[in-house]
Nanobody, 126 residues
Framework: QVQLVESGGGLVQAGGSLRLSCAAS????????MGWFRQAPGKEREFVAA????????YYTESVKGRFTISRDNAKNTVYLQMNSLKPEDTALYYC???????????????????WGQGTQVTVSS
């Protein structure tokens, strides 16, 4: 069983920054791609970013490109999401997720991810 624990959310003004962390345990972290998703009230959970097992390849949803950066430290079993130039529309509950397999192609759908954290709230005020 894989456990994922997110941290780093909070309240920030528009234009500000936050760094989310997700600590993983329970399987070989370095073998699997990881992703970040978010869910705003009344909306479906949406893909934000993903990276491959080494962290050398990344993929972002269009709305966060140039503002968010996903990275990972396999020695610490942790994946990060650095969020800069935050906007009110970034307000959501942010989840990290672990791919169910060692996919080479980075996945953007929720069904591709087998394990999820409990989420950390990010609120951006205008």
């Amino acid at each position: 069983q894989v456990q994922l624990v997110e941290s780093g959310g909070g309240l920030v003004q528009a234009g500000g920054s936050l760094r989310l962390s997700c600590a993983a345990s329970g399987r070989t972290f370095s073998a699997y791609p990881m992703g970040w998703f978010r869910q705003a009230p009344g909306k479906e959970r949406e893909f934000v970013a993903a990276n491959n097992s080494s962290g050398g390849r990344t993929y972002y949803t269009e709305s966060v490109k140039g503002r968010f950066t996903i990275s990972r430290d396999n020695a610490k079993n942790t994946v990060y999401l650095q969020m800069n130039s935050l906007k009110p529309e970034d307000t959501a509950l942010y989840y990290c997720a672990a791919d169910k397999s060692t996919n080479i192609i980075l996945q953007t759908t929720t069904r591709a991810y087998a394990y999820w954290g409990q989420g950390t709230q990010v609120t951006v005020s205008s």
